[in-house]
């Protein structure tokens, strides 16, 4: 298998690049669960990816400088690059070190802070 998929380094790499690009790609569709009002909000699926302008329902661009526009991370893409940049510099995941790196994180901030994000 390892032939196949690469090293662990890469199918790592591979595998975040393709959440990343996943995630900034269906922002604008977040939070839709009703099949009508995605059709709506998508109607190709030929290019059904980052709509412009992103409108994804519980955060914006205008509430949230420097976050949110057509093509950036959703709340939850910002967590996960905040996540894997820590556990890449520190070489391992310690939940010790990665739950005070995550609350330094989360108080400076400047984004949509969920459940999670606001408990720390």
Same mark, same amino acid.
């Given at each position: 298998a390892a032939a196949v998929c690469g090293s662990m380094e890469a199918r790592i790499r591979n595998c975040l690049l393709g959440a990343f690009v996943g995630d900034a790609a269906s922002m604008t569709t977040?939070? !839709?669960y009703d099949p009508a009002a995605?059709?709506?909000?998508v109607p190709s699926v030929d290019a059904p990816e980052f709509k412009s302008p992103a409108t994804p329902?519980?955060?914006s661009s205008e509430e949230f400088p420097g976050h949110y526009a057509t093509g950036q991370?959703?709340?939850y893409g910002e967590q996960l690059l905040f996540v894997a940049q820590h556990a890449a510099s520190?070489?391992? !995941?310690s939940f010790a070190a990665m739950t005070g790196a995550m609350a330094e994180w989360a108080k400076a901030y400047s984004g949509r802070k969920d459940h999670a994000t606001l408990t720390f």
């Open positions: 977040h939070w !839709i995605m059709a709506d909000a329902k519980f955060y991370l959703s709340p520190a070489g391992e !995941i």
